[in-house]
């Protein structure tokens, strides 16, 4: 009996580490991905799905509908995408795509890097969103570019982060992230 027991737990110690499978991630969790472009051979604004091989390896389908903006990039080339995890593990519904650093900017054109702001939602009016962020300062921000059906999923008091570029005379949002607040 127990040689049979000691059997039993020597098989499953040599064959566990090939039976655990990695869990990372669920339908509609958060997911950061990079990787290389696969198809189309030219992602532009008028694309509405993108396969992107992940730096790890696997292979995601993207729908990049949610997306405001679409930066027009090559097969073969290196992207980020943020969004959410689809049905399936190798979907991603995204809601952002930043494109490779561009390298040969022209020196009189001012490089804008994309922010983030992470706050809770103070009040939604139409297009006009104010988050409060962690040291007590409101900003306001236009929606301009998210659809109705995105920010009809926005509530006050939802923690979100919010991605994009300051404008002239506002900060153009490219995403909007919602968060869990574990506090409530």
Known sequence: MRSMVALRVL?????????????????????VISGTLLEPA?????????VVKSDE??????DLRAVSRIPTVERGAAVTLVGFEGARSDQIAAQVIYPPEALSE?????????QRIHGR??????ALLVVRVADGKAV???LRGVSAKIRGL???GDVVTVFGRPAE?????????????LTR
């Open 140 to 142: 306001t921000l236009v």
């Open 106 to 114: 022209p020196t009189d054109v001012p490089l804008v890097r994309s």
């Open 57 to 62: 390896g696997p292979v995601y389908y993207t």
């Open 11 to 31: 098989t499953i110690a040599l064959f566990a580490p090939y039976l655990l499978v990695q869990a990372l991630a669920a339908p509609n969790d958060f997911r």
């Open 154 to 156: 926005l509530q006050r």
């Open 169 to 181: 005379t506002d900060f153009v949002v490219t995403g909007i992230i919602q968060g869990q607040d």
């Open 42 to 50: 030219r992602l532009n604004p008028d694309t509405a799905v993108a």
């Open 121 to 126: 939602i103070e009040s939604l009016a139409g």
